[in-house]
């Protein structure tokens, strides 16, 4: 569920717990898969020194600010994902995370004998 300032919108149920505290521009900004999350920002004009992201145990903040813009971002952040783990880079105006998930969360693929 994605929770905006001024509505729930009910399009987007992640079981895995990232939920945006505010209003998305594009709903294909956060994506799951096996391993974990990925949260990709259109940032043009900031860079890797502008950029300011952190952690605590409920809440991931994307912080950017330059001389002519800024922007926050924050996503309410479960504990299935691990923190020292999460890795930012930015190229050509993207702002890709990747939050990979604990080991304890990870789906385990069974061989069958």
């Known amino acids: 569920m994605i929770l905006t300032t ?3 919108d009910n399009f987007f149920d992640d079981a895995f717990a990232i939920r945006k505290m505010n209003e998305m521009k594009d709903p294909n900004e956060v994506t799951h898969d ?6 990709k920002l259109k940032v043009p004009g900031f860079n890797k020194k502008s950029i300011g992201i952190s952690v ?3 809440t991931l903040t994307i912080e950017g600010k330059t ?3 800024s922007f926050v971002k924050k996503y309410s952040i479960d504990t299935k994902y691990d923190f020292d783990s999460i890795d930012a880079k930015v190229v050509d105006g993207l702002l890709t995370l990747t939050l990979p998930y604990t080991a304890d969360v990870k789906p385990r693929k069974i061989k069958v004998n």
């Open 56 to 58: 605590d145990s409920e």
């Open 6 to 8: 001024n509505l729930i």
């Open 67 to 69: 001389d002519d813009d």
């Open 34 to 39: 096996d391993d974990g999350a990925t949260i």
